[in-house]
């Protein structure tokens, strides 16, 4: 079980918007560490989507934006595109774990 | 272009072992924590290792403790992975990753290699 609880799934048309939540715990959100976010498209390696919760890095569309909230956070996708399709992750640190952890990953549809 | 290709990866036999290798380009490896991250159908990504910069120091999954070795040649700009005692479980794609970011529980992974099959099989 991991760390850090996503969807297993969500879905949405072209042009809508999605949300994809991530639920951690005091020992690792809720501790104030950043959460990350990667997108992982098929046969591909995985991408670096957001950034320290909130940060784009450069080449990432504005679609793409990440919250951050107590022991929470959220990435959000606006105006879905069929190129979108793909597993995303968040990521964060754990103390009591003592290493970085990994939400299960949430598998985007668009239909 | 910063760039990480892993090689080292193929079946071995439960209780086998190993070495995996990851040569950096394009950016000054001895300066960036680096950190092994696995893949598996079933259960997404998960953090292997790491070692910061200089090599002295390293912090392990709880899963691979004990089993394996992380360390880094940075005169070669290589990082290694070491994999004793192997499992059925730790079949997976192992990414070669660069961390990024100014304190270690902030860190994140801004550079992928694509990944090297391990299988562990009979």
């Known amino acids: 079980q991991s760390a850090l609880t996503q969807p297993p799934s969500v879905s949405g048309a072209p042009g809508q918007r999605v949300t994809i939540s991530c639920t951690g715990s005091s020992s690792n959100i809720g501790a104030g560490h950043d959460v990350h976010w990667y997108q992982h498209l098929p046969g591909a390696a995985p991408k670096l989507l957001i950034c320290?919760?909130?940060n784009r890095p450069s080449g990432v569309p504005d679609r793409f934006s990440g919250s951050k909230s107590g022991t929470s956070a959220s990435l959000a996708i606006t105006g879905l595109q069929a190129e979108d399709e793909a597993d995303y992750y968040c990521?964060?640190?754990?103390?009591?774990?003592?290493?970085?952890?990994f939400g299960g990953g949430t598998k985007l549809t668009v239909l | 272009e910063v760039q990480l290709l892993e090689s080292g990866g193929g079946l071995v036999q439960p209780g086998g072992s190993l070495r995996l290798s990851c040569a950096a380009s394009g950016f000054m490896f001895g300066s960036y924590a680096m950190t092994w991250v696995r893949q598996t159908p079933g259960k997404g990504l998960e953090w292997v290792s790491n070692i910061y910069g200089g090599g002295n120091d390293a912090t392990y999954a709880d899963s691979v403790k004990g089993r394996f070795t992380i360390s880094r040649d940075n005169s070669k700009n290589t990082l290694y992975l070491q994999m004793n005692s192997l499992r059925a479980e730790d079949t997976a794609v192992y990414h070669c990753?660069?961390?990024?970011?100014?304190?270690?529980?902030?860190?994140?992974?801004?550079?992928w290699g694509k990944g090297t099959t391990v299988t562990v099989s009979s």
């Open positions: 320290a919760n909130i």
């Open positions: 990521q964060s640190f754990d103390s009591s774990l003592n290493g970085w952890v």
């Open positions: 990753v660069k961390f990024r970011g100014g304190t270690y529980y902030n860190y994140y992974m801004d550079v």
